[in-house]
């Protein structure tokens, strides 16, 4: 299958937007727990610190939702759609040629066009890597078309009551207390994200992240986090409160992989849902 009918097909179930790590499919399901729990407890107070394109924000019916990512073209491109300032590329515009100069535009200031190439042109969102191609123009100007309006669509709908903080790293995220923080952090052994704050392409150091993750709960917060392996810390607080299993295909092997939901909140609360709570080890 050639690369770009894969993008097409498995990345993206419905007409949502391709992105890497994108929580399309299980949003409405993570989101409905989330929800369910804040209502239960009281609290008015969402923040997001991996963004993206917002698979499980989408889906969240808190009064106050704050998100952030340190993709800060991608923001860019949110806020300049939801706006109506954003000046799409034109159909003869959207070729490798102009995706390469884009590529190469190492200007620091967030760039809406640069996420727009990076999100609607290339792998999901695998923006390093290239331009998406086909033999034939058509498929990839319908696409974009298609995919573009829909952005459109939700930039300005659900997305318009979104508070959004400057682009920054998740470790820098000032917190109160009594928020609710949903974090979907890259995950283990994936590669591919700009990295703490330094603009280096490279792996995502996940310790580092769990340490943060403990210190929200510590803060007085309530952490929700979405990854594909127990988290790693030494800390027993952390609740599964959902899991599913997945498989994935490489070309010789079919993998079973897990998808976790842990939760941790301040001390005196407990993970409550009604799947097998299971402890971390
Ligand atoms: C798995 S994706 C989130 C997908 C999102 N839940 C969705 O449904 O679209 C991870 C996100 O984390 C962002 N990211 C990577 N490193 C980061 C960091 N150090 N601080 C903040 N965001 C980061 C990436 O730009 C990416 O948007």
């Known amino acids: 299958m050639n690369l770009w009918k894969q993008v097409k097909e498995s990345w993206c179930p419905t007409d949502m937007v391709a992105y890497q790590?994108?929580?399309?499919?299980?949003?409405?399901?993570?989101?409905?727990?989330?929800?369910?729990?804040?209502?239960?407890?009281?609290?008015?107070?969402?923040?997001?610190?991996?963004?993206?394109?917002?698979?499980?924000?989408?889906?969240?019916?808190?009064?106050?939702?704050?998100?952030?990512?340190?993709?800060?073209?991608?923001?860019?491109?949110?806020?300049?759609?939801?706006?109506?300032?954003?000046?799409?590329?034109?159909?003869?515009?959207?070729?490798?040629?102009?995706?390469?100069?884009?590529?190469?535009?190492?200007?620091?200031?967030?760039?809406?066009?640069?996420a727009f190439f990076g999100l609607f042109c290339s792998a999901a969102y695998r923006y390093m890597g290239s331009f998406v191609h086909s033999r034939d123009r058509k498929p990839i100007v319908e696409y974009v078309d298609r995919h573009f309006e829909r952005f459109?669509?939700?930039?300005?709908?659900?997305?318009?009551?979104?508070?959004?903080?400057?682009?920054?790293?998740?470790?820098?995220?000032?917190?109160?207390?009594?928020?609710?923080?949903?974090?979907?952090?890259?995950?283990?052994?994936?590669?591919?994200?700009?990295?703490?704050?330094?603009?280096?392409?490279g792996r995502f150091d996940a310790q580092a992240f769990w340490q943060v993750a403990n210190q929200w709960a510590e803060d007085g917060n309530y952490v929700f986090v979405s990854y594909n392996t127990k988290p790693l810390c030494q800390h027993k607080k952390w609740t599964a409160v959902w899991t599913s299993e997945y498989q994935t295909q490489s070309a010789s092997h079919t993998h079973v992989r897990t998808e976790y939901l842990w939760f941790r909140g301040p001390d005196q609360v407990q993970g409550t849902t009604e799947s097998q709570p299971m402890d971390a080890e």
């Open 21 to 114: 790590g994108g929580k399309y499919r299980l949003g409405s399901t993570l989101a409905g727990i989330i929800n369910d729990f804040m209502s239960t407890h009281g609290l008015e107070t969402y923040t997001e610190p991996f963004f993206g394109c917002g698979g499980v924000t989408r889906h969240i019916k808190a009064p106050v939702i704050t998100v952030t990512d340190n993709n800060a073209d991608l923001l860019q491109l949110w806020l300049e759609v939801r706006e109506g300032k954003f000046e799409r590329p034109q159909p003869e515009q959207i070729t490798p040629l102009v995706y390469a100069q884009h590529r190469n535009n190492n200007n620091q200031a967030p760039n809406a066009t640069r």
């Open 152 to 201: 459109t669509d939700e930039a300005t709908s659900w997305f318009a009551k979104v508070h959004v903080l400057p682009a920054q790293c998740y470790s820098k995220l000032s917190t109160r207390h009594n928020q609710v923080i949903y974090a979907d952090p890259p995950y283990h052994q994936t590669q591919g994200y700009w990295d703490t704050g330094e603009h280096k392409y």
